[in-house]
């Protein structure tokens, strides 16, 4: 008996101080900002960073980073689920305020895995993954047909906001959640704790004009896009200019009030630079690119409160801190124009914004400070993914996952360490319109069914993406590679996973609209198997 309480005591004892060796982990993420937003990556920007800039100068800067979309939901599904998100029904464009919740019961996430390895896990911020309202006749309702996951008409007064939500945050993997279901300019605009609102909203939230009240007086210009323009359903109280703070505020007490013995993870995913484009007045005219570079100074000093709470509570030495965006700056909150004005580029030398398949929409400032793990002023050139956090998380617990869950996740575990074992091979990206574009190697190709509109760069030569090669038919060189990479792009689709392992079904149609060149194949075969028959 003595000796199995002795086995007992010591498998306790093991799992717990497993448990505390375990580095906490902290994932910032902004909301639509370019690699050219950040001072420490472009010595021409007319913002100052200087708490990120210090994340680099402390650890390793991925300078070849991409989300999976150009745009929020899918980039965001990606992150969570280690999946691309064409492989759910949502094959284009994103979620609103009002829409079903994209990710399945069955589909595993990152905080899922690290909730049953161990970690306490928390969510504060912007979610933009849709979850279940309690609506009024929900079942005689009619979805959109160009969003299986959105209604095709205004729900707002039907939904049942005293009742509890499903689908959220707190179903997928979160201990706890604070925040808000999608981007700042989707109403209800209310916060939400776990799965309810922290209160019924009763007013209503009126779009901007040409120019804003904030408090204290202050009235402030606003162009086109930078303003709030959907009108929509608010708690009484909620101010969307303070939503920066309150995030901020929330995220530092969480780690201040940290009591557990087990390991966190942190998900933060911010609102800023995200229209509407409201800057604290503390803020306002501190940096040299309008209100968009003050917004991005005002982020900057958000991570610089999250760094100094882990700092104050002893913990940052064992704590991976990842800072980064879910897609590239957005054209509405700091127009074309306003880059000769300022003489501020968030891309930098790249070409293209949010929402586009050019580099600028999907290649993001990717950043990880772990102290003693990861070498300070390190940079890996490395193509990576943000899908990658679900491989990532289950080499460093070294935890078993199902094959087929994260299918499209890879480990930067080794990278991380100064080494290169990462696997990925291709990489897909899409566009608010759903079309997709494949990177392998040095080679990039956007595909687009609009005569003149696909594209073939060799971006290790031509980054700022101006030589277009796919029309060169002179060179069979050009022709080869186009080919190789349409039947990688084909077998990444079709496989329902770009990992190893067995065929997978995507969700809905085998071949859909986007797929144009296989819908197009298909045909072909079909009209020369008729022929046969003839």
Known sequence: MNRILIVAVFIVISAFAKAQQQPNIVYILADDMGIGDVS????????????????????????????????????????????????????????????????KDSTDTAPKLLQRNGYETAMIGKWHLGWNWEIEDEANLEMDPKN?????????????????????????????????????????????????????????MKPDGKSKDFPGGRKMDLVGGQKLIRKGDKATGFKAEQV????????????????????????????????????????????????????????????????????????????????????????SSFPIEFEETYKHKPSGRLRGRKATLHQGGHTVPFIVQWKNQVKPKTTSSTTISLADLYATCAELL?????????????????????????????????????????????????MNPKKGKSYLFNVSTDPSETNNLFYDESDTAIATKKEELTKELNTIILDGRSTEGEKLENDGPAVWKQLFWLKAEGKSKMKNESKKKE
């Open 40 to 103: 420490g990556l472009n010595p021409d920007a007319k913002v100052n960073t200087p708490n990120i800039d210090a994340l680099i100068n402390n650890g390793m800067t991925f300078t070849d980073a991409h989300t999976t979309s150009s745009v929020c939901t899918p980039s965001r599904y990606s992150i969570m689920t280690g999946q691309y998100s064409w492989r759910t029904q949502l094959k284009a464009r994103v979620l609103d305020g009002y829409s079903k919740a994209l990710i």
């Open 148 to 204: 299986p996951y959105q209604f095709k008409e205004d729900v707002s007064d039907k939904v049942d906001y005293s009742k509890p939500f499903t689908g959220g945050p707190i179903d997928h993997g979160f201990d706890y959640f604070y925040g808000l279901n999608a981007s700042l300019d989707f109403p209800p605009y209310v916060y939400s704790e776990n799965n309810q609102l922290i209160m019924v909203p009763t007013e209503t």
């Open 244 to 331: 920066m703070l309150d995030l901020t505020e929330k995220s530092v007490n969480f780690i201040a009030e940290y009591e557990s013995e087990k390991p966190f993870f942190l998900y933060i995913p911010l609102t800023a630079p995200h229209t509407p484009v409201y800057p604290r007045e503390d803020f306002v005219g501190t940096s040299e690119a309008g209100i968009y570079g003050d917004f991005i100074q005002e982020l900057d000093w958000t991570v610089g409160q999250i760094v100094a709470a882990l700092q104050e509570k002893g913990i940052e030495e064992n704590t991976i801190i990842i800072f980064t965006a879910d897609n590239g700056a957005s054209k």
């Open 398 to 446: 070294n935890a078993k996952t199902d094959n087929n869950q994260g299918v499209d996740s890879y480990s930067i575990l080794s990278l991380l360490k100064g080494e290169n074992n990462y696997e990925r091979k291709a990489s897909v990206y899409s566009n608010f319109a759903g079309r997709f574009s494949i990177r392998k190697g040095d080679w990039k190709m956007d």
